[in-house]
């Protein structure tokens, strides 16, 4: 069965550049969720899309911004990046939130320098 | 608002032991599903277990059980006779109707030394 693809799976930055990290749901789910997980943390909600619309927003920085498009596929931009910022990103994707579950991608670990 | 706390930072085990990872949640919503999930080394979150608020049968699955409990606010996970492959972060989790977003216990780090 498809899986919720995330590219690409590392990623290494320079503080100060910015960085695009992309989601593919499964077919036919309608919302996109995005994580960010902090070394030895919990993974904290930052955004997310049902049907193509912003529906919940977490504590996501003024310097990140997210979308989703027509095909449902969703990118995560960050920009000015900063060292704190290393973490790993999980994309989530569900067809009906809680009631149905959701379905993790394997991550991006973005490591910034 | 809601919670999870899971009070055990870390838990250390000889392999074949038996352990309870705790989870208590907190909600003023009478719709709520709650969830476990893995995660190995290898970073990626491994699905184990949903319930909704209005089951609280206990669940096996092998050596995992769940114990939910409405009266405490509790979903406890139990592994028996535990395996050194079962070392990893544990996050107890909760989603309430209407909101959707996932929110995560700190996690407890479970080893199982051989």
């Known amino acids: 069965a498809a899986g919720v693809i995330q590219s690409p799976r590392h990623l290494i930055k320079e503080k100060r550049e910015t960085a695009t990290l992309k989601c593919y749901p499964i077919?036919?789910?309608?919302?996109v969720y995005w994580y960010q997980q902090g070394p030895g943390q919990d993974p904290q909600f930052l955004i997310s899309?049902?049907?193509?619309?912003?529906?919940d927003k977490g504590s996501i920085p003024d310097r990140f911004s997210a979308q989703q498009f027509s095909d449902y596929h969703s990118e995560l931009n960050m920009s000015s990046l900063e060292l704190g910022d290393s973490a790993l990103y999980f994309c989530?994707?569900?067809?009906?939130?809680?009631?149905?579950?959701?379905?993790f991608g394997s991550g991006t670990r973005l490591t910034v320098v | 608002a809601q919670k999870v706390t899971q009070a055990q930072t870390e838990i250390s085990v000889v392999e074949k032991e038996d352990v309870t990872l705790d989870c208590v949640y907190e909600?003023?919503?009478?719709?709520?599903?709650l969830f476990w999930y893995k995660q190995p080394p290898s970073g990626e979150l491994v699905f184990l277990i949903r319930?909704?608020?209005?089951?609280?049968q206990n669940e096996i699955s092998g050596r995992y059980s769940w114990n939910f409990q409405k009266s405490t606010s509790s979903f406890n996970f139990t592994i028996t006779a535990s395996q050194v492959v079962d070392s990893a972060v544990y996050f107890c989790?909760?989603?309430?109707?209407?909101?959707?977003?996932?929110?995560f216990g700190t996690g407890t780090r479970l080893q199982v030394f051989p």
């Open positions: 989530a994707s569900s067809s009906g939130g809680g009631a149905s579950g959701y379905t």
């Open positions: 319930r909704n608020s209005f089951d609280e």
């Open positions: 989790a909760l989603s309430v109707y209407n909101t959707d977003k996932l929110i």
């Open positions: 899309f049902y049907e193509k619309m912003q529906s």
């Open positions: 077919p036919r789910h309608d919302t």
């Open positions: 909600t003023r919503d009478t719709t709520y599903y």
